[in-house]
């Protein structure tokens, strides 16, 4: 590994209006590298190696805040540096204050800086003076790193490949929004509204221990579910219409990502369950496609096809398989990917190519996979799918002997669906 000193720092807390902040959530590079969750942090890696016949040995240090017993009484517990270092393991902590004498020091000879290049202005300021620092001592015969480098190259490929702790978290978090979602469809009835679904799922979220959402909730009734990040959520759940919902919650920094649609009266309508079957064996189609050595583009491809012949077959596409999505007329009821990585953010770190071709699937890595159609009003489209949106979303984790779908917990076939609400 090449030689160097990263620097991570955590997110900072946010203003919200006036003196009222947002609910802290740290940075996810900080924390997968540390699983230290309080704001007013650094990182400091300093890589192994040796300077001529001088051995360098690697090091983790942290920066965090002081323990304070008065800000505690106000804000609550601070770990402090030692115990901080003591809980995580770093090899050395110090307080925050500091950070600006030692960090120069820490780079003083050493040939490259790792750290997140725009990603904050203030940190870019920041690490610039530190080393306009180390340059001064030039004539004391200590060198300043000469090169810069995104440490996010190489975080995120460690970021999509889980491992056995973290699936472990995401498979939890999977549960939690399975039941949370099982709890919004038997609350579901015509004459309610968007927002009270809304509740439903971020009660059960809280209940069962989850911290937060992974984002917030999409609570989408009739055409409201054709508009893809719908969320006012409030608007009247009305007798014959669908709901579509996509709502996943964060459990321990990990999040989870569900989309189930179904009919607010507890029955499908035959338009509605003509697309619903399609959507379905679209999804059925990209997961048989999800595995190991399959490309990352494989289990899109294979949503399209199916998805493409369904619109074929309905009159709403005109032509071959081949002549449809070669002219990408299908876009006008399916313009979004199949999937997404997931993990620490919702649509988490990783490369989707390399050196311009579509990776590889590995075991450990964690997607989603959703198709959806969503059919608004139009001249040369039937009726009876006018404002009819349907999206089905998975989490899924490629395996050694091809993937395993870990939000099995959430009903999605027209027959469990329509027992599960009906009335």
Known sequence: MQRGVA??????????????????????????????????????LIAGGSTGDTPVAAKAILFCRDKHPERELWEGFRHGPDAAKAKFGFDEAYSYEHLDELVPKLLADQPAVFYAPGAAADWDARIMGWLNRVREQSRAGISAPTAIHDARTMLDEMRLHKDDSEIATMRRAADISAAAHIRAMRATRPGGMEYEIEAELLYEFRRRGAQYPAYWPIVASGPNACVLHYRDNNQLLNDGDLLLIDAGCELDGYASDVTRT??????????QRQLYELVLEAQAAAIAATRAGASWNAPHEAAVRVLVDG????????????QVIESEDYRRFYM???GHWLGLDVHDAGEYKINGNWRPLEPGMM??????????????????????????????LVTAGGCEVITTGTPKSIVDVEALIGR
């Open 7 to 44: 620097i991570i720092p955590t997110a900072p807390e946010r203003i919200r209006n006036r003196d009222s902040d947002y609910l802290y959530r740290f940075d996810s590079y900080f924390y997968h590298l540390t699983g230290f969750a309080e704001p007013e942090a650094v990182l400091i």
């Open 262 to 271: 179904f009919p607010v009266n507890g029955k499908f309508s035959p338009a």
């Open 311 to 322: 619109f074929i077959r309905l009159g709403l596409c005109q032509g071959t398989i081949d």
């Open 336 to 338: 979004h990917r199949t």
């Open 367 to 396: 997607l989603t996979v959703e198709p959806g159609c969503y059919i608004r009003p139009a001249e040369n489209v039937p009726e009876r799918f006018w404002n009819i949106g349907i999206r089905i979303e998975d989490d899924v």
